[in-house]
């Protein structure tokens, strides 16, 4: 009798783990999800994208018309989060419907499914914004610039030259800033279907299948770093292409005048005042020494 029971609980088991990732048509579901923001609408956001995502697996899980009309239903509610993190919800949410559609009790293993999906898209959201738009997205114009610098297209700094660089440094700029951001992007969306299925099941899903503190700041870096080149190579260019444009003192007040805005900056910020105090008091200084006093503007280049 009880090895009986001990077979029947083992079974169950197995049935309730439901068909592997090998079962699930992972290449469907991975190429549909480029059109998860194709239904976008006002109401429930992604869930049309989202459904249509899932349809493959759903269709592979649910044989019977009846329980995929019901499963499609079920993910017909709101659902929004990063678009390129999403796939990670989509896995997860795939290995729940097979792992209850396997199950002797199906009602209760799709019970927290609502749950877990909602804080999974909630969680990916803010991860997915903090490393795509918060930092890859600025650091695809970052890269754009570093190339045309160092193929010696200067256009972006030296706005005024009647500079004609070549047809393809002209693309080459923007195109490896795109590819760069989208290699990430492709990569995420399939590392994501195949991790959010292996670990479905969770609300932690997928959160701690990849160190995204360590991604995100080790994308800050880059980014700073980035900016600093530029910065670099652009007074860099700028010095070069101006030397001997004026003379030492007119040339020492410039960058005087550079030094106390950034001064003042950070006097008022230690004082609680914002940014927009340091720039109205610098604009009012403008006006009474341009206007009230007659001194006559120079030229605000080194």
């Known amino acids: 009798m009880q090895i009986v029971t001990h077979m029947e609980e083992e079974i169950k088991e197995c049935r309730a783990a439901g068909p592997g990732a090998a079962d699930i048509p992972m290449a469907a579901m991975f190429c549909r999800s480029f059109f998860i923001q194709a239904g976008w609408n006002y109401e429930r956001f992604q869930n049309l994208g989202f459904v249509f995502s899932l349809l493959p697996a759903l269709r592979r899980i649910y044989p019977d018309k009846a329980g995929l009309?019901?499963?499609i239903l079920r993910h017909m509610e709101i659902f929004n989060t990063q678009p390129y993190m999403a796939n990670f919800v989509l896995g997860n949410v795939a290995r729940m419907e097979a792992g209850a559609a396997a199950s002797l009790e199906p009602d209760a293993r799709l019970k927290n499914m609502p749950g877990v999906k909602q804080a999974l898209a909630s969680s990916f959201a803010s991860i997915g914004d903090r490393v795509f738009w918060g930092r890859l997205k600025p650091m695809t114009t970052q890269v754009c610039l570093l190339v045309w610098t160092l193929a010696g297209f200067y256009g972006w700094l030296f706005t005024g030259r009647a500079e004609q660089p070549s047809l393809?440094?002209?693309?080459?700029?923007?195109?490896?800033g795109i590819l760069g951001y989208s290699a990430v992007a492709v990569y995420l969306?399939?590392?994501?279907?195949?991790?959010g299925y292996a670990c479905g099941g969770t609300a932690s899903c997928g959160l701690d299948a990849v160190n995204w503190p360590g991604i995100i700041r080790f994308l800050s870096a880059a980014g700073f770093a980035f900016s600093m080149v530029l910065?670099?190579?652009a007074f860099g260019?700028?010095?070069v292409a101006n030397y001997g444009a004026c003379s030492t003192?007119?040339?020492?007040?410039?960058?005087g005048l550079g030094a106390g805005v950034l001064v003042l900056h950070r006097v008022a910020r230690a004082y609680g005042r914002s940014a927009f105090f340091a720039a109205g008091f610098i604009l009012a200084v403008s006006v009474l020494v341009f206007s009230v006093f007659r001194v006559e503007p120079f030229k605000m280049h080194i």
């Open 69 to 71: 009309k019901n499963a």
């Open 168 to 176: 393809w440094l002209v693309f080459a700029g923007p195109l490896a």
């Open 189 to 195: 969306r399939w590392i994501g279907l195949k991790k």
């Open 231 to 233: 910065a670099l190579l």
């Open 237 to 239: 260019l700028l010095i």
């Open 249 to 255: 003192a007119e040339l020492m007040l410039k960058l």
